[in-house]
């Protein structure tokens, strides 16, 4: 029975599935649960690896999962679980009452703690408190099902040495929108075989996880002294996991921590080539502050997107950043020039400037031009999915936001593919040269 305040709905069911590697917890707990009428026991195994197949095969609402057993443990089982069925959430059990174990299990992705033995009152709550919790994080997958081709699209970790390829997302002005152009981007250029990550280094006022709705206590503040002894294991034990699969490391959770990481304002460039390595683009959103931060990025960056809006500031302080690029010896094929929130001709007005008139003032071309769409860019936050998760690709602006990631990934893995396929025909020549050599020299 539903208690008063419950915001379930009348008559739902929760299904639960139970995970313990001891019988008898197992049987005490669905005693439990069996004389509430809103919860249904739809499984219940001993191992972490049947937990996960059962998971995967039942979709339960809810699972209770002990955090030690013997051929996986529940902090790994978590993990997996919470990638594979995002739909359920899990609830972490244990005999210890210990703050790691805490952390290890939320950075795993379980939505609650609970230490043994447990109260009958305190499971119920609990469960009807993360149930309903995640029930926004579950209807994301019904109004937004394209989520789950981005999901299988992004491969699974291996140690392979990857391209790496750098893209900073910069505009000198702010509110132009770079930071869903960066998350969209980093979405957009997953695909099979392609693993992205995307970097918040807006150090102050990051908005990646407003835009994606993520909520994670792990930081690149977790990283700033580790950063000499940085590893992957350490790594991923920071970086968050969407619901897509992208691979997110967060910036600082509030203002006043940025400065752990502008103690070493090339912090963030160093975090990245450690691990850069182990991704084929890592997609960075930056502010618009032009700080040594930032700087450093576009040293290492291999392609820098550049954002602007067709008005007279914006477009002055680009040309100030584009001059200054090229007093650094940055050649012009590093930055790809766009222009965001483009009014279509009927609600232009007098204080924007002509494309035309943009190009010959920068002296650059304008890639792309993604048009003004706040509806849907605002039904995509409200939903914390990317505005590329839709299944119409051929609408505006997603449309041009795919045509972006198209664009770099094919001169950045275009130009790899091409010096591969050169250095194979450079190869097969000297055998070819080797070969006759050795005839003419029998001969």
């Known amino acids: 029975m539903n208690k008063p305040g419950n915001p379930q709905r009348e008559g739902e069911v929760i299904t639960i599935l139970l995970v313990d590697d001891i019988p008898e917890t197992r049987e005490n707990i669905k005693k439990l649960l069996a004389f509430e009428q809103d919860f249904k026991v739809v499984g219940s195994v001993g191992t972490g690896r049947d937990g996960v197949n059962m998971a995967k095969e039942l979709r339960p609402n809810i699972v209770i999962m002990d955090i030690n057993m013997p051929d996986m443990d529940g902090i790994q089982a978590t993990s997996l679980i919470t990638e594979a069925v995002p739909t359920a959430a899990v609830i972490m059990m244990s005999v210890q009452n210990d703050s790691d174990y805490l952390r290890r299990a939320m950075l795993a992705g379980a939505r ?9 009152d305190e499971l119920y709550n609990t469960i009807r408190m993360v149930h309903a919790q995640h029930q926004l994080v579950a209807q994301r997958y019904i109004d937004a099902p394209a989520i789950d081709e981005l999901r299988s699209a992004a491969p699974k970790f291996d140690s392979e040495n990857r391209a790496g390829h750098v893209i900073v997302v910069y505009s000198p002005q702010g509110g132009v929108g770079c930071t869903t152009i960066a998350t969209n981007l980093a979405s957009a250029l997953m695909r099979e075989g392609i693993r992205v990550l995307l970097v918040d280094a807006d150090l102050q006022f990051g908005d990646v996880g ?30 968050f996991t969407h619901d897509s699969g992208l691979k997110v490391l967060m910036g600082p959770s509030r203002p006043e921590y940025a400065e752990v990481m502008q103690s070493n304002p090339k912090a963030v460039a160093q975090i990245i080539e450690k691990i850069q390595g182990n991704y084929d683009y890592i997609v960075v959103d930056t502010s618009h502050h032009l700080d040594e931060t930032v700087l450093s990025l576009f040293d290492i960056a291999s392609k820098i997107v550049m954002v602007a809006m067709p008005t007279l500031a914006c477009v002055k302080n680009v040309r100030f950043v584009l001059d200054l690029f090229d007093q650094m010896g940055y050649p012009p094929d590093k930055t790809t ?16 400037i002509q494309n035309e008139k943009i190009e010959r003032f920068l002296r650059r071309p304008i890639e792309i031009q993604v048009p003004s769409d706040d509806l849907t860019v605002l039904a995509a936050m409200s939903k914390g999915v990317p505005i590329v ?14 045509g972006l990631a198209e664009l770099l990934h094919k001169r950045l893995m275009g130009s790899e593919e091409a010096a591969t396929d050169a250095q194979s025909d450079r190869s097969k020549m000297q055998q070819r040269k080797t070969g006759l050599g050795l005839r003419l020299g029998k001969a």
């Open 210 to 239: 407003v835009l994606l709705n993520i909520q994670s206590q792990s930081t690149m503040v977790d990283l700033a002294d580790k950063i000499d002894d940085l590893d992957t294991e350490l790594f991923d034990s920071i970086i």
């Open 389 to 402: 998760a839709q299944r119409d690709r051929s609408r505006s602006p997603i449309r041009e936001l795919v």
């Open 337 to 352: 020039l766009i222009l965001n929130r483009v009014l279509d001709d009927r609600n232009k007005t007098r204080f924007l």
């Open 112 to 120: 609650n703690f609970l230490t043994k033995p447990i109260s009958p």
